[in-house]
């Protein structure tokens, strides 16, 4: 798989989101684990999960523990992989997601997810949405206060907008490394976020880069030239979809949840896909 960079870190540029594996709908542990270790052994190195991936406050930090667990388990050199989780999110019920960015809430969120990671200190962690009732800036401070404790090594922002990019990057410096927005085939409002990471030379993570849970599946349906070119190639509509995002900056590193071993294994493959001019033109304007 070709390599990305976050940071000073250089990761597979195809990573795995862990979401699916822990909300409702979720599948058995073993399944999930299965699923972590295929992605491994695609050459997957970058790991992106959250606290408030669960059911609700009775097994917050699920996806946490699922991956520790699944790096503790797996057989081969797991030194070299890099875990992003993200702060921020509250969970009161399965049903519903609540927001806390408040310094002394995110300190506490981190000192939770070290515990839960089983590290002394996380690789990335990331602001996971601006709360309307916290200054952008108190939250960002926290992570600024993160990283001078050492609790974690780099920093990032998640669903930001250009203005709160600029600010992070303000307050963080260096320190600052990466931006997860969504970004996808029927979702390219990012796109000047995009441009401004790469100014920046931020990473930037498309979450749901194949259109969500429930949707992934039909993209080729939904969006015809990705379904003649996967077909042209031999390919799936959703492997071409990951390889044109790719293409559209060496910035990104797109993050497609998985919870079965085979379309982590599929969109693993992206990262050896290279499209053409002319495929990637048809792709822009779909």
Partial sequence: MQQRRIG???????????MPMSIAGRPDTDRSVRTI?????????????????????????????????ALADHGGDTSGVLVATKGGHTRPSESEWGLNG????????????????????????????????????????????????????????SNADPDQIRQAHDILGDRLTAVQNQFSPEFRSSEK????????????????PLGGIGRAGDLGGRFRPFSEIAQARGVSPQQVCLAWQLALSPVVVPIPGASR???????????????????LAALNAA
């Fill in 8 to 18: 000073g870190v250089q990761v597979g540029a195809v990573g795995l989101g862990g």
């Fill in 37 to 69: 270790h295929a992605a491994l052994d695609a050459g997957v190195t970058f790991i992106d999960t959250a606290d408030a991936y669960s059911l609700g406050s009775q097994d917050f930090g699920h996806n946490e523990s699922l991956i520790a667990q």
């Fill in 193 to 208: 976020e995009l441009r401004l990471c790469a100014e920046l030379g931020l990473a930037f993570l498309p979450w749901s």
């Fill in 261 to 279: 071993p085979e379309t982590i294994k599929d969109s693993a493959a992206a990262g050896d896909l290279t499209l053409d001019e002319r495929e």
């Fill in 102 to 157: 408040s310094p002394e809430y995110l300190r506490a969120a981190c000192d939770a997810s070290l515990a839960r990671l089983g590290v002394d200190a996380i690789g990335l962690y990331q602001f996971h949405r601006p709360d309307p009732r916290v200054p952008y800036a108190e939250s960002i401070g926290a992570l600024r206060d993160l990283a001078d404790a050492g609790k974690i090594r780099m920093a990032g922002i």
